[in-house]
């Protein structure tokens, strides 16, 4: 089967397939950038972060350095002295160091000193003795080893509320100072509530111990042995961490610190920095604070990223979005535009076909089911023509032979041509092309009374159509109607389709039917020839006969057969001329060179001339020859040409009613005059009487009556010249009567040739 020209299901999978292939794989491309972006700034940015949080543990480790380094510096002091400091040396020293500028987070430096059970009584005498008369050491109760808060710098209200207590009495202090004992380095303790804690803003705390020695103790034993006490410092670690770090940095970043290695709630030291709803980046670090471990945990949340790493990947998403769907957009009008051109070609090429079967015969009842069944292949399912006149009515074009056939069947007969909805009715009225899809054949069969269409209309599966007016040089012949499944709906380009199609087709049927009226032309004509030449025979023969005997006779001088004799020779001699006269004016018609000379006539003295004429014919044909014209009937005519139409009508009358009476009648009616000649002879039936106006045209056989048939084609064609009409009565076998009516002031139209292959209308 050949090629379709418009499947609707591959050209909508070829109209789509490409442009979603482009579509699917950008979006595809789309999200891989935005992946690839995303992944790789995330990464710069946790590098970044990692470099961050280095930097900040490492700066926190620098600062507890340093801070060890100069509690270390103080016990050195401390030893250097040798015996109890005074208050007013560790002022000074601790002074130079200049805490609150340089170490900040520090909360003083203090001598805390070792008190054994049997010193305790003697030390607080001494202190009191010293001018502290409220001190004592605390809490109070009995002990194996005492220590004691005796100096603390700077001396603030704060500081003062430590003097005197014994740090060793509480489990937290007392591992940290039992650590600083028995390693000779400074230790730290867990995270504390500070004794100078008042009040609002609490911190939590810690506390760091160097011990002091007498001497230089090598063994953990020699160490017990010789402690004097510790030089200790104690921490708000809020404070401490807040000025080790950066504060710019701590604005991108949480910070949680811990005491120990674990997260615990209760081991909270401090948390400060950026908190954010949603955690990104997290990095958990280990310090170790003299001797303790902290864990440091870091976090950061959208903030921490740039703008750009915030904002480049949905760049990227965007960018691609609209890259992609440019590239969509004009991957489709690519494809669009090449469906459209190929859908041109193939129809050039569909119209190329139907007009070489077109062209390849003359005769269309042989070529339309060709073209039809085509239209069917390329276009649609079926493809039906009907021509409102010739045959055959019906084409109709099926890829199934016997489909085409049984549509055909049901289509030939039923109603189907004055249907609206799909049928060539809609068309043929408003010349527009129709178009019609999801009908059920069984409602258009109904209303075509044609209860065997339907069920050929289902067979063929077809549902929607579209029907165009087939129309060639200003005259409509019919339609063209191509039908197909009910779900196709006809586009633009398939009723450009069957416009040209149909005027294709229409014009093979005109050029057709132009043909064969042609042919029957010369057909006529070569049978007019053919009875022409017979009839310019007979009389010849018998002048030839008569001229013969005439010339015997008149050697024998026997007169009176010689006047009979050249009667019958004048008689045919009258014949011919007519004969002759009438091919001159078939010739002189036919070429439109009818010329009219109007003159001022009177009709009844012209009907009587002629009448009188006939008189001897009429005899011989047994006919009375009656003329009724009671008085004159003046009128401008042309002379010649109304004793044509007058001998022509006269001498039909007594050719076909011989032995019966022939009355020729002349009136003035008002501004007309009316001739009427009436015979009694064979008579006219109906169906013939408009035909016998034509040229050739006749109503009896050749054998029984001469004649070329156009006696009464140039009697119309003189009254119509002059503006007059030409009718018949008759009844077969009861006579004919022609009246001719024409106005008394003829005017002479001017005239078109007369061709004789259109089908004039009649004037009887
Ligand atoms: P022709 O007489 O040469 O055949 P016409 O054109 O004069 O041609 O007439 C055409 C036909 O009309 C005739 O052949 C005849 O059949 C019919 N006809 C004409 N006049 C009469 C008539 N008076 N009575 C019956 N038939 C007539």
């Known amino acids: 089967m050949p090629r379709r020209l418009l499947s609707p299901a591959r050209a909508a999978l070829r109209h789509h397939l490409t442009p979603a292939v482009v579509l699917a794989l950008g979006l595809a491309a789309t999200l891989a950038a935005w992946a690839l972006a995303r992944s790789t700034l995330r990464m710069q940015s946790r590098e970044r972060f990692v470099d961050e949080v280095d930097r900040a543990s490492a700066a926190l480790n620098e600062r507890m350095a340093a801070y060890e380094a100069m509690l270390r510096a103080t016990s050195g002091f401390l030893r250097g002295v040798g015996a109890e400091p005074s208050a007013l040396a560790f002022h000074d020293f601790v002074a130079t160091l200049d805490l609150r500028d340089r170490y900040p987070g520090i909360q003083g430096i203090g001598w805390s000193k070792l008190i054994r059970p049997d010193e305790l009584a003697n030390h607080e005498a001494e202190q009191r003795a010293a001018g502290r008369p409220g001190y004592r050491v605390w809490p109070p109760g009995a002990r194996t080893l005492y220590s004691s808060i005796v100096l603390l710098e700077p001396l603030d209200w704060r500081n003062q509320r430590a003097i005197g207590f014994d740090m060793f009495s509480e489990p937290v202090r007392r591992g940290a100072m039992e650590r600083a004992r028995d390693t000779d380095d400074p230790a730290a303790t867990g995270r504390v509530e500070l004794v100078q804690e008042t009040g609002r803003e609490r911190q939590a705390g810690f506390l760091v111990y160097v011990p002091v020695y007498a001497g230089a103790p090598a063994t953990v034993e020699e160490r017990r042995d010789r402690l004097r006490g510790w030089v200790y410092a104690p921490f708000r670690a809020g404070d401490l961490l807040r000025a080790a770090l950066d504060a710019t940095a701590m604005q991108k970043f949480g910070l949680s610190a811990y005491d120990g290695t674990e997260l615990r709630a209760e081991a909270l030291l401090f948390e400060a920095g950026a908190r954010e709803d949603e955690t990104r980046l997290a990095l958990v670090r280990r310090i170790d604070v003299a001797g303790r471990p902290w864990t ?8 921490f990223e740039s703008a750009t790493e915030r904002l480049l990947p949905l760049g990227v998403a965007l960018g691609g979005l609209a890259l992609t769907l440019l590239l969509f957009w004009a991957t489709r009008e690519e494809v669009r535009a090449r469906t459209r ?77 004055r249907d609206v909805e799909i049928g060539p009715a809609a068309a043929l009225q408003g010349g527009h092309p129709r178009a019609r899809s999801g009908f059920d054949p069984g409602r258009i069969a109904l209303a ?53 199609l149909a005027r294709l087709v229409a014009a ?15 057909r006529e004509r070569d049978e007019f020839l053919s009875i022409a030449s017979h009839e310019l025979r007979t009389p010849l023969t018998s002048l030839a006969l008569q001229s013969e005997s005439l ?69 011989r044909a047994g006919c009375t020859l009656e003329l009724v014209a009671p008085e004159p009937v003046p009128g401008s005519w042309d002379r010649l040409r109304l004793d044509q139409v007058l001998t022509n009508l006269v001498s039909n ?43 050739f045209e006749r109503a009896v056989s050749k054998r029984s009556y001469g004649g070329f048939g156009l006696g009464l084609w140039i009697v119309r064609e003189i009254v119509e010249s002059l503006g007059g009409t030409v009718r018949v009565e008759s009844a077969p076998g009861s006579g004919a009567t022609f009246t001719v009516e024409l106005s008394r002031r003829a005017q002479a139209p001017a005239r078109t040739p007369a061709t004789g292959l259109s089908p004039a209308a009649p004037t009887a």
């Not at 093979?508 to 010369?522: E, K, N, Q």
């Open 296 to 303: 440091l945990r870091f976090a950061a949340g959208r903030s």
């Open 341 to 417: 051109a190929e859908a041109s070609a193939r129809r050039a090429v569909f119209l190329a076909e139907a007009s070489k079967v077109l062209s390849s015969s003359l005769d269309y009842a042989a070529t339309l089911p060709r073209v039809a069944t085509l239209a069917a292949q390329r276009v649609a399912e079926l493809c039906i023509v009907y021509l409102e006149r010739g045959d055959p009515r019906w084409t109709v074009g099926h890829a199934t032979p016997e489909v085409a056939s049984r549509v055909r069947a049901a289509v030939e007969g039923s109603g189907f041509e």
């Open 448 to 500: 075509a009374r044609a209860p065997a269409l339907a069920g050929a209309l289902r067979e063929a599966g077809v549902g929607s159509s579209l029907t165009v007016a087939l129309a060639s040089r200003g005259e409509r012949l019919g339609t063209l109607t191509l039908l197909a499944g009910a779900r196709r709906r006809f586009t633009r380009g398939d009723v450009r389709l069957a416009t040209d």
């Open 508 to 522: 093979a049927v005109d050029t057709s039917r132009l043909y064969a009226a042609a042919r029957a032309a010369v």
């Open 551 to 619: 010339r015997a006779k008149a050697s024998r001088l026997q007169l009176d057969d010689v006047a009979r004799k050249a009667e019958v020779i004048r008689r045919n001699v009258d014949r011919l001329a007519r004969l002759v006269a009438s091919l001159l004016d078939l010739s002189r018609i036919t070429a439109g060179r009818l010329e009219l000379e109007l003159e001022p006539f009177d009709l009844a003295e012209l009907a009587r001339e002629v009448v009188a004429r006939f008189e001897d014919e009429a005899r």
């Open 653 to 695: 009358a007594i050719k076909y009613g011989p032995n019966q009476p022939v009355e020729v009648r002349v009136e003035g009616v008002g501004e007309r005059a009316v001739l009427t000649v009436r015979d009694r002879g064979i008579g006219i039936p109906p169906e013939d009487q408009a035909r016998i106006f034509e040229r």
